[in-house]
């Protein structure tokens, strides 16, 4: 029989619909909230949008629909080791079953979105009811692999190919280029604080990409490709038109000189940012990752 492909399933947003017209009232008065609540844009590296897990709310059919909407967010390449992440992330909570979802506004209102949340996740599904913002909102990614305290190589991390990809952009950079990239550390992790947007196109960390040759700014477009490829295909291609539609030469990559594990000069932890644009990788002691993209801050 022939691979079932994202192409060949309804969409997450189709699901989320579905899903929602299940819902009795008891149901709904745990995870649906109107469209402007204050939680609808909160993220978080480990955390519950609502104080019940899926598997307190909703019944068996219904769990299987969330893990249909979220699978449908990520990209066929990759879903494989973003489960791989997920379930071994919360294992200890009960797996999939321990997530936590919140319901904003109503479907064919024209204003409607799906947010997932447990440790290592916040992801989202809008169809683009939040027009000019990728993912729908920020979202957080990250992963321990073998523990909380990862070793220099982070063994099988399901996003250090990311950081790897990263370095060989700090590797290509010449003496004076690695100075501006250097600096002392990245944006702290404040919660939602940790993807606000500044609106600046100058005086932002590290180096920015005006300033790099043709032949680095290749290599940094394979960084983006490499952060996007977890992803469904629309929402990868919206983040990245944002992105052009900011231009890229307004974005600025920085290295942290902190927290490098086994001293290696392999930066652990880097970000990029721009404008209306964060993403912030955080590897020590294991992987963090925020990221905000919009049109505007």
């Known amino acids: 029989f022939a691979e079932t492909t994202q192409a060949d399933k309804p969409a997450s947003e189709t699901l989320v619909t579905q899903l929602y017209g299940s819902l009795n009232d008891t149901q709904k008065a745990v995870i649906c909230f109107p469209w402007d609540h204050g939680l609808r844009q909160e993220v978080d590296n480990n955390w519950h949008i609502t104080k019940q897990p899926i598997r307190d709310v909703l019944n068996k059919d219904q769990q299987d629909l969330v893990r249909k909407i979220f699978d449908g967010l990520h990209s066929d390449e990759y879903k494989t080791e973003v489960w791989r992440q997920f379930d071994q992330d919360n294992k200890g909570d009960g797996g999939f079953p321990s997530a936590s979802i919140g319901l904003f506004g109503t479907p064919g209102s024209g204003k409607f979105e799906f947010v ?35 070793s220099p190589q982070h063994e099988g991390n399901a996003y250090w190919y990311q950081a790897k990809r990263a370095n060989e952009v700090f590797a290509a950079l010449d003496g004076k280029q690695r100075e501006k990239a250097l600096v002392t550390r990245i944006r702290k992790e404040l919660g939602s604080e940790t993807v606000e947007l500044s609106g600046k196109t100058t005086g932002l960390s590290g180096i920015p990409l005006s300033d790099l040759t043709a032949d680095q700014k290749e290599l940094f477009k394979k960084v983006l490709a490499d952060l996007l490829k977890p992803f469904r295909k629309a929402d990868a291609d919206e983040a990245m038109k944002l992105l052009e539609a900011s231009g890229l030469d307004t974005l600025h990559m920085a290295f942290s000189k902190q927290s490098d594990l086994g001293e290696d000069q392999v930066w652990d932890n880097w970000q990029i940012e721009g404008p209306s644009a964060i993403w912030i990788f955080r590897g020590a002691p294991h992987v963090h990752c925020w990221a905000h993209i919009r049109d505007k801050a």
Request: glycine letters at 18%; proline letters at 3%; aromatic letters at 12%.
């Open 116 to 150: 997932l949340t447990g440790r290592h996740c916040t992801r989202r599904c809008d169809g683009d009811s939040d027009a000019g913002v990728a993912f729908g909102g920020p979202i957080f990614y990250g992963h321990a692999a073998k523990s909380f305290n990862e």
